[in-house]
């Protein structure tokens, strides 16, 4: 009896190591639940607050530093001296991040007679700095900031021009794009004239920590930069200059993948955006005497206020796809796919398992984004290259919560410049890899173009 006893209890011990020791089997997109855009980080929220929301299950401690982060978000700069909030300027962009992320959300394009707000321009001269990275303006350094304390100059102004042109689908329908032109104007100094432009409207803040949190080989594996499979699609990495660990490292954030990571983004925004020197970025940004800029200023907001913000917006959870049974949600979704909008705009990543912060650990995640360089032609070509990314060469943005941003913002302003004021005009204006895309969509009837919004509003 006991020898019997012995023998089961060794052949459940079998089984069960054997299951353990068995590789796992490749999920499939469709075996996840698509409300759970953000994996276990994902809010049921559809109001004006969607992108708001903090994580789900945080620690008290972690629960207070977002909190921190939160309030220094929101917080708004002035001039020194002053007890409160000092450290603005000499030149800025905006008084605070919440001035271009509103509601943590996307920015808008400046009506006629407005100054931009969460439009800024990124600027360089040819060549490549000592890490590859674009050069610096002399006197202007690596943003134009439009905007000074009382004292100081704006360093130039910014004039947007469109122009209009109309086109047809086959069913008569018409749709419109707008076309920029930018001109720098009332330069304090003389305006190079190499100098080059990126404009870059403020993007949403949503699931930033999860995608930060994707391993470095599951998004190199998605590269195919000689397209050797032949499909025409051909993503590529970035690979940036981290200031912290002086190196260069794969890029993951902004309109370019020109940031390696949630930290230095954010030391960046204080120094560029604010004029708020910091740890990361000691400098005043442009550190010209004829600002009274200092370059080698003590830092204006502290480390721990940084790590705040950092962690802040690392930890802004991703509101749930909606109506995903509608029969026209699911069609657009079909349409999606044929379309091969899906060979850029990945659906399904899964983050790396980190014992150190279960939250972000091991999640099944629908961004919609390979974070991958490609070329979209040169209809959206800045013209100006960012370490390795090409003028016409644009990390693919994620897709979740797209369907929100009229509710949460007011307007629909897309792609990098938000040149685009709604979907149609948003997919029409890819060119490069993207063009057989945006070739397919432009032959759909009336009727599935309606579908495909669908879908893209359910996101």
Known sequence: MKSSIKYIIALVLFVIVAESCRKPEQLKEEDHNEYLSGGSQTVFDEGAGAFSNSFMGLSPKNEFNHGVGDGIFDRTFVSAPSPVNPGLGPVFNGVSCASCHVSNGRGHTPAPGEQMISLLMRISVLGENEHGGPVSVPGYGEQL???????????????????????????????????????????????????????????????????EAIAEEDILA?????????????????????????????GRFGWKAAAPNLLEQAGFAFSEDIGITNFIFKKESNYNPLQ????????????????????????????????????????????????????????????????????????????????????????????????????????????????????????????????????????????????????????????????????????
Not at 223 to 240: C, L, P, T
């Open 145 to 211: 900031q439009q905007r000074a304390i009382v004292g100081a100059q704006p360093e130039a102004s910014v004039d947007i021009q469109y122009s209009y042109q109309t086109y047809s689908f086959p069913d008569g329908e018409t749709y419109e794009l707008r076309t920029p032109s930018y001109t720098l104007q009332n330069g304090y100094i003389p305006i190079p004239s190499d100098i080059m432009l990126s404009p870059r409207i403020a993007p949403p803040m949503i699931g930033l920590g999860l995608l």
């Open 222 to 250: 998605r590269q195919d930069v000689e397209d050797v499979d032949g499909d025409g699609f051909s993503g590529k990495a970035n690979y940036v200059w981290d200031v912290v660990k002086q190196k260069k490292v794969i």
């Open 292 to 459: 009274g800029n200092n370059s080698s200023d003590t830092p204006e907001l502290s480390d721990s206020l940084v790590h705040a913000v950092a962690f802040y917006i690392k930890t802004l959870a991703v509101p749930a796809r909606r109506n995903i049974d509608d029969p026209e949600v699911k069609k657009g979704k079909e349409i999606f796919k044929v379309a091969k909008c899906s060979k850029c705009h990945v659906p399904m990543s899964k983050t790396a398992v980190n014992v150190a912060f279960p939250e972000l650990s091991n999640q099944t995640i629908f961004p919609y984004s390979d974070l991958l360089l490609h070329n979209m032609g040169s209809g959206l070509s800045d013209g100006r290259k960012d370490n390795l990314a090409e003028g016409y060469e644009w990390r693919t943005r994620p897709l979740w919560g797209i369907g929100l941003t009229k509710k949460v913002n007011g307007y629909t302003h897309f792609l990098h410049d938000g040149r685009a004021r709604n979907f149609i005009e948003a997919i029409m204006w890819h060119g490069g890899e993207a063009a057989q895309s945006s070739g397919y969509v432009s032959q759909l009837s009336k009727a599935d173009r309606n579908s495909l919004i669908k879908f893209l509003e359910s996101l």
